[in-house]
């Protein structure tokens, strides 16, 4: 799988969130958004939570996580893409987020138009679809229960494409 | 909270085993998959020592886990094989050249020969020529009768003696759902058997035939093997599709249900009172057929006459019985051959290897 080594992602390195102010050259490649796990609204462009860390309140705290899409996952992706960095802003009081909200997010944000029903289906990750997370699988983690926590790598790999 | 593997309780575990619910660290994984694998080749008294074993490689995870894992016990347990690499060109641009490329990786990484025939050089059509004359409809008829016959040929220009598939049990289990389905009962019987003999002395089988798709991809992955994935750019095929989703949701429910499919197609038996198709040969090719006339020159007279529905549809066929002057060659000039190499390679016993078909494409590398 030497192909993930050449993704377009990978070789950035791994911004130091917690200082509140990524690295300028790397901040294009973060999909940002703001997560309100009240009830979530709109989801906020890209735009508006890079903006909002400079202002440098300190309430806010942000969850950086590596997504990874091979084996034919990345055939669901847009752009194909290989790998994305994301970066959630996180509200310390709410319900921590876990890998069922993150499953729910990159179903809604980026999977292509009609192919989600082969991503996420009955609020889970389809079947025959690997999940691992941090070189682990995710059937030994909490699978939908499990904790997202900084700087995690989940990669989703199919089992479905040829042999 | 890192888990403790349930085999050695030391390292941390990473993989659940869906065969058996233990969650195991890496080592141990790569431990009980080679040995399982190891022990069914065994079991099975699958091969001889000296045996010519092809591998059917078609670049994706299942053959490339498969040829990773046959060189490492052929050497483990020297099982004294001679391995090959045995790939089918089905001349689909932007789907098997690219998975060819993987097969030509692989041949340098794992130091195994590789030969590759081409739907093109055998039958004189390549899958985007059919797929121009024919449409998307039956394309996959084609390709599924021309794959069979093509490593066979491929396996006799080696002269093998043994050609094994990376089918695992996922896969016999969604066949055998498929022919229940579909009343297919010497089929059925055939495809829970882990090695058939096929055209003449050449054995096929499957090692992966009890091992899981989900161990087969973690495997890949875990020890990063070089493979391809994608989805052939002709149409899927539907019916599979539908026989494997159904399966992946019985597998998540009840993990054990693919082997337990497995065994069910293994205690299933053709009464003996039953006439199943008696096999002869075709006329034309010499390949093993239940007709006179095999599928393979059925398909391709009607695809020079003009006519592709020939063989596909249910409307009487007017293939011209008899011999004919086939484009193919024959099967028995490629048994003859294979004979002819085999004793030359018995009388040169200074270099085994001397007489070996894929020289060309290896050099002199296996030559002592």
């Not at chain 2, 990473?14 to 431990?31: D, M, N, Y």
């Not at chain 2, 529905?309 to 024959?330: N, W």
Request: glycine share 6%; proline share 4%; with cysteine.
């Amino acid at each position: 799988m030497s192909s993930i080594e050449t993704g377009k992602h990978y070789n950035q390195p791994a911004s130091n969130l917690t200082d509140k102010v990524p690295p300028v050259d790397t901040r294009k490649y973060f999909d940002a958004v703001t997560k309100s796990l009240s009830k979530a609204k709109e989801p906020p462009t890209a735009k508006d939570a890079v903006s909002s860390q400079p202002d440098g309140s300190s309430v806010k705290s942000y969850l950086h996580i590596i997504t990874k899409y091979t084996s034919g996952m990345e055939l669901l992706i847009k752009d194909k893409e290989l790998g994305l960095d994301h970066v959630f802003e996180v509200n310390p009081k709410a319900a921590p987020l876990n890998m069922k909200d993150l499953i729910k997010y990159i179903g809604e944000t980026h999977v292509l138009e009609g192919k989600q029903s082969a991503f996420t289906r009955d609020e889970t990750i389809c079947p025959g679809i690997m999940v691992i997370i941090n070189e682990c699988d995710w059937e030994v983690m909490d699978e939908l229960d499990y904790v997202l926590k900084n700087d995690d790598t989940i990669e989703f790999i199919s089992t479905l494409h040829g042999g | 909270m890192p888990r403790l593997c349930d085999i050695c309780n030391d390292a941390r575990a990473i993989v659940r085993r869906p065969k058996t619910a233990q969650s195991i660290c890496k080592e141990c994984f790569f431990h009980v998959f080679e040995t399982e694998v190891h022990n069914t080749i065994v079991d099975s008294n699958l091969f001889k020592p000296g045996d010519r074993v092809g591998i059917g490689a078609s670049g994706g995870k299942d053959s490339t886990v498969l040829a990773y894992v046959m060189k490492t016990l052929n050497d483990r347990y020297s099982y004294g094989l001679d391995l090959y690499l045995l790939s089918v060109d089905e001349g689909i641009s932007g789907y098997r050249d690219d998975s060819l490329e993987t097969v030509k990786r692989n041949k340098e990484q794992y130091g195994l020969p590789l030969l590759i025939v081409s739907y093109e050089q055998l039958y004189g059509w390549s899958m985007d020529s059919i797929v121009a004359a024919v449409g998307r409809k039956n394309n996959c008829t084609f390709c599924g009768v021309f794959r069979r016959q093509a490593l066979d040929r491929g396996a006799l220009m080696l002269d093998l003696d043994h050609i094994v598939t990376g089918h695992n049990a996922d896969d016999v289990a969604e066949t055998i759902l498929m022919n229940i389905f579909r009343g297919d009962i010497s089929r059925l019987g055939r495809c829970t058997e882990i090695a058939t003999t096929g055209e003449g002395y050449i054995v096929r089988s499957k090692p992966f035939k009890y091992a899981y798709e989900k161990e087969i991809v973690m495997y890949a992955y875990l020890r990063r093997l070089d493979y391809f994935s994608t989805e052939c750019t002709y149409s899927p095929n539907a019916y599979r599709g539908y026989a494997r989703e159904f399966l992946k949701k019985l597998e998540r429910v009840r993990p054990s249900a693919i082997l337990d499919i497995i065994h069910s197609g293994e205690a299933m038996h053709v009464a003996k009172d039953v006439q199943l198709p008696s096999l002869d040969r075709c006329q034309r090719c010499g390949y093993i057929s239940s007709n006179s006339i095999c599928k393979a020159c059925v398909l391709l007279e009607g695809l020079e006459r003009g006519i592709p529905k020939l063989g596909i549809s249910r409307t009487k066929q007017d293939v011209e019985a008899g011999p004919r002057e086939s484009d193919l060659v024959h099967f028995e000039k490629l048994r003859q051959d294979a004979l002819e190499m085999r004793k030359t390679r018995q009388n040169s016993a200074a270099c085994p290897q001397s007489a070996c078909a894929c020289r060309s494409e290896s050099g002199t590398e296996n030559c002592s």
